[in-house]
């Protein structure tokens, strides 16, 4: 039987490109799939982004790990004074250790009605990230999110909470993917 004509397995590529295979400047007419996740690769790089990506990456090698730790840590410090502090009394829960050696780059907070209120925050431009049952979490790169956005973020939040807008229907519908 051809290759072509046998069933795929579910964990076969669908779909294969000259990039993903083993030798893809051989030019062999038949496909042998590179190890790995390389046999994923199904087209040519997009060379505008990937100039993009090297400014990019060449300014991140400018910042020191200690550096980035030490704002990761402000900004977290910062996200949970200003939670405390513009919305008491709204139901949130800081799940995310108040002693910095004890967290990465995120904060979290427990709310019963936490999907809602994600779905509220990302209508207005906030993005964080939703986790059964409850959990609301904020992702803080240091390289890229500033303290300002701290601000914005927090000032959304107690906007969303304040005014309700959370309890709209289209915030409880659930999605595959907060």
Same mark, same amino acid.
């Given at each position: 039987?051809?290759?072509?004509?046998?069933?795929?397995?579910?964990?076969?590529?669908?779909? @294969?490109?000259?990039?993903?295979?083993?030798?893809?400047?051989?030019?062999?007419?038949?496909?042998?799939?590179?190890?790995?996740?390389?046999?994923?690769?199904?087209?040519?790089?997009?060379?505008?982004?990937?100039?993009?990506?090297?400014?990019?990456?060449?300014?991140?090698?400018?910042?020191?790990?200690?550096?980035?730790?030490?704002?990761?840590?402000?900004?977290?410090?910062?996200?949970?004074?200003?939670?405390?502090?513009?919305?008491?009394?709204?139901?949130?829960?800081?799940?995310?250790?108040?002693?910095?050696?004890?967290?990465?780059?995120?904060?979290? %907070?427990?709310?019963?009605?936490?999907?809602?209120?994600?779905?509220?925050?990302?209508?207005?431009?906030?993005?964080?990230?939703?986790?059964?049952?409850?959990?609301?979490? %904020?992702?803080?790169?240091?390289?890229?999110?500033?303290?300002?956005?701290?601000?914005?973020?927090?000032? @959304?939040?107690?906007? @969303?909470?304040?005014?309700?807008?959370?309890?709209?229907?289209?915030?409880?519908?659930?999605?595959? @993917?907060?």
């Amino acid at each position: 039987m051809h290759a072509a004509d046998r069933p795929k397995r579910a964990s076969e590529m669908q779909m @294969v490109g000259w990039l993903g295979h083993a030798e893809p400047f051989a030019f062999d007419p038949v496909y042998r799939p590179a190890q790995g996740i390389a046999r994923g690769v199904v087209g040519t790089p997009p060379v505008l982004s990937l100039a993009a990506l090297e400014v990019g990456v060449d300014l991140m090698l400018q910042a020191s790990m200690q550096e980035l730790r030490a704002k990761s840590l402000r900004l977290a410090d910062l996200f949970l004074q200003l939670v405390a502090q513009e919305c008491s009394g709204q139901g949130f829960a800081p799940l995310t250790p108040v002693e910095a050696s004890r967290r990465g780059s995120q904060v979290s %907070f427990a709310h019963p009605d936490g999907y809602a209120i994600m779905q509220a925050l990302i209508e207005r431009g906030v993005i964080g990230d939703f986790r059964a049952p409850n959990v609301l979490r %904020f992702g803080l790169a240091p390289l890229y999110v500033r303290y300002a956005d701290m601000w914005d973020t927090v000032a @959304v939040l107690r906007e @969303v909470m304040r005014n309700g807008t959370w309890r709209d229907a289209g915030s409880h519908t659930r999605k595959s @993917v907060t």
